[in-house]
């Protein structure tokens, strides 16, 4: 299993597992982050899911706890990402996604757009997700473009549509891609909701030895720009969705911190 799913990765930049849920958690999922949903945009309203980009997303999964956690514990899981990282690879984000019918999310990304900085002859991250329900053209699947994991710089326009395909799967499969390969979100043009869960793995290193800002938080926010930005100011780890979202706070992860230019060994 582990190899095909390797040598599918390493070549298209995807591959699938399938059925990773059983029968009675596929059901569990769904409903419970269908119902999650609704409070959240009950409690936060309409207006300000929208405003935020935050209509078809259930971030952090982690607060849940329970069969949420039993999840990333899964044996299959866990084979997978060892098998294309490493068994000290970490959690970088664990939401649930759910695309509404006809309704254009910025948050979405219908732009075609890679979610990790490339290196070269090296995978540091891999993105999972698990559909709830059958996952096709109809309801969204993610398009991608095979291959493009490869690319350092962006294929161009009319590579891009040329070769795209879509991620399709049944509910309870595990949809496995390298995050560095070019996509972007499908449109939901059923007039059923589409729920999933999206993981996202990094490897360990890309972390700091200290929480700098956390430990310095009163002399560093008071420091230029420069030595803020040094010390991963810019780069900080919210604690919750507000911050995440910059809601009456300052936004912790600025943008345009995913760069990785002038470091090519030529």
Sequence with gaps: MEKNIVEEVNYYGFSKFNRLLSVKNLEFFKNDILDKKDIEISNEGIDLQLKTGELESLRDLTRFGGKYLELIEDTNLNLIVNSLLNDKAIIHSYNGIITKSNIKSEMMG?????????????RTSILIMIP?????????????????????????????EKFCTNMEGKAG????????????????????????IVIKYTLAPFKQQFDFCKQHFTILKNQNELIRQRFGWNSRVPNNKQEFLGLDVERKWKSGQYDMKNTKIE
């Design 173 to 196: 499969d595990a949809l496995i891609f390298d995050s560095t390969v070019w996509h972007r979100a499908g449109k939901n043009t059923s007039n059923e909701l589409r729920p999933m």
């Design 132 to 160: 709830l329900v059958d996952y096709n053209k109809n309801n969204g699947a993610t398009e991608y473009v095979p291959g493009t994991h490869l690319f350092e710089e962006r294929p161009s326009s009319d590579f891009l």
């Design 110 to 122: 219908h732009g075609y757009h890679r979610d990790q900085p490339y290196f070269k002859d090296r």
